[in-house]
């Protein structure tokens, strides 16, 4: 698979994700999926998502950029929602909130297998301090 | 450029923060440098690695993930570090963490011009909570 074809697959994958097409995650989704080296499997990942997207209803995945090499696709995504509670131990509370996770994705057979990610918490609770 | 040279660039532009060889760092840093939208200059740029580098006096960039494409290098760089006081806003005061920030660095001419930065701040925190 190469570059391109991996990117049209992420590209699908987030499609999947903003349209909470929770049925079809196993098309871009390994069995095995790991995240920050937690060995989740699909069924803890759509849990995290599923929660994630309950906690956050307006989110939205926007990809700003996309780099892609082997099976490899690095991704910097941008947020720009009302998280309802906490949101990485921040009080946000229902307040609009813009910030980015740049996140590597390791792909095994045309899957999500090995998923490193960081959310910029920092920026965060930069802008609920005013 | 291609993508192999690019990398051999970006591992030499490490291999320059890690020996704090500053006098060098305008062979891989573009004169008008912006970090995470900041148009800090290559003078602000390097002052802001050697504050880095006195508040952590063992600073030790470590690439553990690198996807290069076109003009763009992202990588998940590792640290294992002991910061002398706060960093990030968290209280550190020498104490041992390892944390990850993942990194796109956008070329023009050969030189990382456009750097998107995320440290995992949540990492370093859950760290200090034992």
């Known amino acids: 698979m190469n570059a391109i074809d991996l990117e049209a697959v992420y590209r699908k994958y987030i499609d ?4 909470r097409d929770w049925e079809n995650l196993g098309q ?17 990942y759509r849990s995290m998502l599923e929660n994630d997207s309950e906690q956050i209803p307006d ?4 990809v700003e950029l996309l780099v892609v090499q082997a099976t490899w696709v690095a991704c910097r995504l941008r947020f720009d929602v009302t ?4 949101f990485l131990g921040v009080a946000v509370n229902g307040r609009r909130v813009t910030f ?16 490193r990610s960081v959310i910029d918490k920092s920026a965060i609770e930069a802008q609920l301090e005013d």
């Open 28 to 44: 871009f989704v390994h069995e095995e999926v790991q995240h920050n080296g937690r060995p989740l499997g699909i069924g803890g």
């Open 83 to 86: 998280p309802k509670g906490d």
């Open 59 to 62: 989110l939205w995945f926007k």
């Open 16 to 19: 999947c994700l903003n349209e």
């Open 100 to 115: 980015c996770e740049n996140v590597f994705y390791g792909f095994d057979d045309g899957k999500i297998r090995d998923v």
